[in-house]
């Protein structure tokens, strides 16, 4: 039986790029792979088929032959090295072959990018800090020291996990690829070294101060600069101050995770503050001047109007707090609250009574007008 046209064997045209023969093929193995076709009988012979296609497409000068001579290229007479030259139906040869395609399907995923490749040493892990602050720090932005518990370095073997600080060795089970193969049938499993655990290197006299892990248990001192205009919730990431690497491998970073703590008299809604100021009943009646505080530590006189009730806000602008890294501030809110006197003396009661004699109408406008609609409303309720 004559043999089908390789390109038509993996679904291309003639003259299709490397890039294009690598991806048909990819998606043909996968297609085509045993273990997905125990149901069909044919998908063994289809699957060498693709891989004896692919064996000479991949191959620059294989595939100039064949494009010119076709399957005579390979054939007695033409020059040797083809995927018949071999015997490619032999069970080792195809164990052998299909090796590449393993390495090509799922190299990447083994984490060694292919055969060759073996696992960087391991990054440490990234380490999380909260860290609590004022108010104030947050407005006027603070540098901090703080203690964190992590993984350094081992200094009596500079990293490397060996006595002395020697080098380590390449392993002896995978020579020094990081994975070994398996035959288990027509296939060719490939998994990560036992021996060295996937590094391709192995510690003959592991330091006695870390283990062999080149890195030990300590805390660390920190100084934190915390921007002005931090929020909770706010990340700062402190690149290499995680935890040490396995084996001299490189350090994960730290976050720091920023939490503002409430205030006793200032309420934050991201760039603006409020504060809440009472003011007696006369105060407010009469208007004045009041002193409030600032988030600064400084003073600010505000202007009651006459009249004023509970709730009514004034703004005092730029007086805030700060963007984040950017410009602009935010402004601060007096809102009034208007309190009502108690623990009067009996004169006091005296005078509040003559006082409620003397008032009018037009002195409490919103009272007026509420009742004057409560009236209205049982008037219409009754007719």
Same mark, same amino acid.
């Given at each position: 039986? @004559?043999?089908?046209?390789?390109?038509?064997?993996?679904?291309?045209?003639?003259?299709?790029? !490397?890039?294009?023969?690598?991806?048909?093929?990819?998606?043909?193995?996968?297609?085509?792979?045993?273990?997905?076709? !125990? #149901?069909?009988?044919?998908?063994?012979?289809?699957?060498?088929?693709?891989?004896?296609?692919?064996?000479?497409?991949? #191959?620059?000068?294989?595939? !100039?032959?064949? #494009?010119?001579?076709?399957?005579?290229?390979?054939?007695?007479?033409?020059?040797?090295?083809?995927?018949?030259?071999?015997?490619?139906?032999?069970?080792?040869?195809?164990?052998?072959?299909?090796?590449?395609?393993?390495?090509?399907?799922?190299?990447?995923?083994?984490?060694?990018?292919?055969?060759?490749?073996?696992?960087?040493?391991?990054?440490? /892990?990234?380490?999380?800090?909260?860290?609590?602050?004022?108010?104030?720090?947050?407005?006027?932005?603070?540098?901090?020291?703080?203690?964190?518990?992590?993984?350094?370095?081992?200094? /009596?073997?500079?990293?490397?996990?060996?006595?002395?600080?020697?080098?380590?060795?390449?392993?002896?089970?995978?020579?020094?690829?990081?994975?070994?193969?398996?035959?288990?049938?027509?296939?060719?499993?490939?998994?990560?070294?036992?021996?060295?655990?996937?590094?391709?290197?192995?510690?003959?006299?592991?330091?006695?101060?870390?283990?062999?892990?080149?890195?030990?248990?300590?805390?660390? !001192?920190?100084?934190?600069?915390?921007?002005?205009?931090?929020?909770?919730?706010?990340?700062?990431?402190?690149?290499?101050?995680?935890?040490?690497?396995?084996?001299?491998?490189?350090?994960?970073?730290?976050?720091?995770?920023?939490?503002?703590?409430?205030?006793?008299?200032?309420?934050?809604?991201?760039?603006?503050?409020?504060?809440?100021?009472?003011?007696?009943?006369?105060?407010? /009646?009469?208007?004045?001047?009041?002193?409030?505080?600032?988030?600064?530590?400084?003073?600010?006189?505000?202007?009651?109007?006459?009249?004023?009730? @509970?709730?009514?806000?004034?703004?005092?602008?730029?007086?805030?707090?700060?963007?984040?890294?950017?410009?602009?501030?935010?402004?601060?809110?007096?809102?009034?609250?208007?309190?009502?006197?108690?623990?009067?003396? /009996?004169?006091?009661?005296?005078?509040?009574?003559?006082?409620?004699?003397? @008032?009018?109408?037009?002195?409490?406008?919103?009272?007026?007008?509420?009742?004057?609609?409560?009236?209205?409303?049982?008037?219409?309720?009754?007719?």
């Amino acid at each position: 039986m @004559s043999k089908r046209d390789y390109y038509e064997v993996l679904g291309l045209s003639k003259g299709a790029s !490397a890039d294009e023969i690598k991806k048909a093929y990819r998606k043909k193995a996968k297609e085509l792979h045993p273990d997905r076709n !125990a #149901d069909n009988p044919e998908a063994e012979s289809q699957f060498k088929e693709a891989n004896e296609a692919y064996e000479v497409l991949k #191959d620059g000068d294989k595939k !100039a032959a064949y #494009d010119r001579y076709g399957h005579a290229a390979f054939e007695g007479g033409m020059g040797g090295g083809g995927p018949r030259a071999g015997g490619f139906g032999q069970q080792g040869d195809f164990a052998s072959a299909f090796s590449d395609v393993f390495d090509d399907l799922f190299g990447d995923m083994m984490g060694g990018g292919g055969r060759g490749g073996r696992q960087r040493a391991a990054r440490g /892990a990234d380490l999380r800090y909260n860290l609590r602050i004022s108010l104030e720090e947050a407005h006027s932005g603070i540098q901090k020291s703080i203690q964190v518990p992590t993984s350094v370095q081992c200094d /009596a073997c500079d990293g490397t996990g060996a006595e002395g600080g020697a080098e380590p060795t390449t392993c002896p089970t995978c020579s020094g690829m990081g994975k070994v193969r398996a035959q288990q049938g027509f296939f060719t499993v490939e998994r990560t070294c036992p021996t060295c655990s996937g590094l391709g290197q192995i510690i003959k006299n592991p330091c006695t101060s870390c283990g062999g892990s080149g890195r030990v248990n300590k805390e660390r !001192a920190l100084s934190v600069n915390i921007p002005s205009g931090v929020e909770t919730g706010t990340r700062i990431r402190l690149a290499g101050e995680g935890e040490a690497g396995m084996r001299g491998g490189p350090p994960g970073d730290l976050y720091i995770f920023i939490e503002v703590e409430r205030h006793s008299l200032f309420e934050r809604d991201e760039m603006n503050l409020y504060c809440r100021v009472p003011v007696s009943m006369t105060a407010a /009646a009469l208007g004045g001047d009041i002193e409030v505080p600032t988030i600064d530590g400084g003073r600010s006189r505000v202007k009651i109007p006459s009249g004023s009730q @509970s709730g009514r806000q004034m703004r005092l602008r730029g007086k805030g707090m700060p963007a984040l890294r950017g410009a602009g501030t935010g402004d601060m809110f007096i809102e009034l609250a208007v309190e009502t006197p108690v623990n009067l003396t /009996a004169r006091q009661k005296e005078l509040m009574r003559e006082f409620e004699d003397l @008032s009018e109408h037009n002195n409490n406008p919103e009272s007026s007008s509420f009742f004057s609609s409560v009236k209205n409303f049982w008037d219409s309720m009754k007719s």
